[in-house]
């Protein structure tokens, strides 16, 4: 017999205690760092808001990618060689020198 048949009152269509669920895992695909969320929750122990927080495999790869800035099972990029534009100029370059004299204006 249920909670709610036993209190003689109908189930709601979604539980209130879902809302826990919601809140924590929401927090969590935010960002909010874990002991954060365990006191908005009002927990006692990150064990228990660890039971209200719920992962996908989408967060999951996204953890993934922000660590090592690739796809889980993606191959790394082999590296490419420098357009001619990226090359930086050589210390002896005929690039003209600011004399010290002169103000420098950053604009």
């Not at 929401?26 to 002991?35: E, H, M, Y």
């Not at 090359?87 to 103000?103: F, G, I, M, V, Y």
Request: proline share 7%; net charge positive; with cysteine.
């Amino acid at each position: 017999m249920s909670l709610y048949t036993k209190a003689n009152v109908a189930k709601p269509p979604m539980p209130w205690h879902c809302l826990r669920h919601s809140f924590c895992t929401g927090l969590a695909d935010a960002g909010v760092q874990i002991n954060i969320i365990k006191e908005l929750a009002g927990h006692a122990s990150i064990t228990t808001t660890l039971r209200y927080m719920h992962t996908n495999s989408e967060a999951r790869c996204n953890a993934i990618r922000m660590a090592f800035g690739r796809q889980v099972g993606d191959k790394p990029t082999p590296k490419r060689e420098k357009l001619p534009n990226q090359l930086k100029l050589k210390s002896n370059s005929k690039r003209p020198q600011r004399d010290s004299k002169t103000p420098h204006i950053n604009l």
